[in-house]
Every structure is written in structure tokens, then in C-alpha cells.
């Protein structure tokens, strides 16, 4: 719906942003699964079965963001849609609905924080919550990203409406805003199951987040150069 919206403000057709939602949620779903999978290859190699259980939990939203880019980008090529604008808007989508998904892993316990010593912390009892943190106080974090996110869907949504600045700006927004903000907020989460690189100085979300920085740098350098932000 957003997305629809940005479309229309900015004359674009908006049917096939809602083709492009349809697309970006169904190969976004498989991509989360995937790299969820991957993350936790030895136990799905002993439940082969349990692989497609996605309504069972077991999502990573960067391998939703990354499978759900190729696919949007093949199809807004194939219907020749103008890429670096229809990369903003579904951006901004993307971001917004990510901000309400970390509200859902919130509700339901995953993806939860680490020891917490102030009053606003939070003691989950979800099955997800891994030990020794369950019915501890623990960093809201699922909330720390969600409302961070929220602020970020809002500067994207100003840069695509401003017609003064080039379309791509958003992406580069998206790029450096989330990359920090992805990498700040796994200081603060207390489950490994999303699995770590370096031995435990670097997550593999923030691995992923900083190469999703230096992509919006590189993409900055690039067009300073050709002076077209």
C-alpha cells in the first residue's frame, strides 16, 4: 500500500508495485527460510522433513532482503520499470513492514535481547528464548530496531517524495541507516543461534551489515562523482 502510494506521487503506474509486493513477499518467505536453514544446518540434516516448517518459526530477514532483491530486480528489468525509483519505493515498503515484523518477534519471544539491568527491561517465557536468558530481564531489542526502523521508513519515505534530490537517494539511506542500525542492535541480542563469525567478535548479521554499509558508500562515492545525487 505504501508503495502504491509513493507510486502514484510520483506519477508512476502503481499495478506493478503490487505485482512487485507479490513477488517481494513470496520470495522474500523463501529466502528468510533458506538462510534460516543454512544457519542451523546440523539439526536439518538430521530433520530433513522440518525444512519448509516456516509457520513453525525460523526466519532471517537478511536472507529475505537478499533473495527478495534479485527477484524484484528481475522483475522490474522485465517490465522495464525505472530501477534506481522503484528501488526507493520498495525499499521504503520494506522498511516499514520490517518495523511492524519486529514488533511480531517481539509477540512471540525470538530474537530477544541479553541481560538487562534497567526498569524497562522484559522477562520473555517463549519457547524460542534460549538459555540462560529465559524469564531473565532482558533488552527489549526486537522494540530498539522496530522503533528505529519506523523513524528510518519515515526519512525514506520524505527523500522519495522530495523531487529535488535524484532517485536512489532512499537506498543509500537504507543501506547506511539500516547497516548501522542492524549492527548496533545485535550488540544487544542475546540468542547465537543466528550464528557468528570470527569466532564471537562478529555476528553474521553484522558481518552482513556492515557489507550492506560500504554498499551504500560505494554507491555514494559513485554517484558524487557523477554528481548526479
Not at 518467505?29 to 519448509?52: K, T, W
Not at 520498495?90 to 541481560?115: D, P
Request: net charge positive.
Amino acid at each position: 500500500l505504501l508503495g502504491r502510494w509513493l507510486a502514484r506521487s510520483r506519477g508512476l503506474n502503481p499495478a506493478p508495485f503490487m505485482d512487485l509486493a507479490l513477488v517481494a513477499i513470496m520470495s522474500g518467505i523463501v529466502g528468510a527460510r533458506m538462510f534460516f536453514v543454512l544457519s542451523n544446518l546440523d539439526y536439518y540434516r538430521q530433520h530433513p522433513g522440518e525444512m519448509a516448517d516456516f509457520w513453525n518459526g525460523g526466519l532471517v530477514f537478511y536472507g529475505g532482503l537478499i533473495l527478495g532483491t534479485v527477484a524484484c530486480l528481475a522483475y522490474g528489468i522485465w517490465r522495464r520499470m525505472p530501477l534506481w525509483l522503484s528501488t526507493d519505493i520498495v525499499l521504503a515498503g520494506v522498511t516499514l513492514a520490517h518495523a511492524f515484523g519486529r514488533i511480531g518477534c517481539f509477540a512471540a519471544g525470538c530474537c530477544h535481547g541479553n541481560y538487562c539491568p534497567y526498569p524497562w527491561a522484559v522477562r520473555p517465557q517463549s519457547e524460542f528464548v534460549e538459555d540462560p536468558f529465559k524469564g531473565q530481564p532482558v533488552h527489549p531489542v526486537q522494540l530498539y530496531e522496530s522503533f528505529s526502523l519506523f523513524f528510518l521508513a519515515g526519512l525514506m519515505v520524505w527523500l522519495v517524495r522530495e523531487k529535488k534530490l535524484r532517485d536512489g537517494a532512499a537506498t543509500i539511506l537504507y543501506c547506511l541507516g539500516y547497516g548501522i542500525i542492524r549492527f548496533v542492535m545485535e550488540a544487544f541480542r542475546g540468542d547465537e543461534s543466528r550464528g557468528f563469525v570470527l569466532g564471537h567478535w562478529l555476528s553474521t548479521s553484522q558481518s552482513i551489515a556492515l557489507g550492506l554499509f560500504l554498499l551504500g558508500c560505494g554507491i555514494l562515492v559513485g554517484r558524487f562523482r557523477r554528481k548526479n545525487l
